[in-house]
């Protein structure tokens, strides 16, 4: 079955993920199917991101969440 999300969507890869590794993989196929807008960022990280990410990591996905939901991120 085929959905398609027209809402911005931003997939986070961790760099260094050898649990679920999404970079080289077919694992984010069908979210780069399915998404209509897509964005994707590599995070300098491992399969913990939350706790892991670096700051640039996270300056990362909040510059995402000001360019693509400015209602949402308040300046």
């Known amino acids: 079955m085929e959905v398609n999300w027209f809402c911005p969507f931003c ?22 199917r399915d998404c209509a807008d897509l964005n994707e960022v ?12 670096t700051r640039r990591g996270q300056c990362r996905a909040g510059k995402w969440l000001a360019v693509k939901m400015p209602d949402a991120w308040p300046a």
Request: hydrophobic share 35%.
């Open 11 to 32: 997939f986070l890869h961790g760099a260094q993920d050898y649990t679920c590794e999404t970079i080289d993989s077919r694992l984010a196929e069908t979210v780069r």
């Open 42 to 53: 590599v995070v300098p990280c491992g399969h913990w991101m939350g706790p892991r990410a």
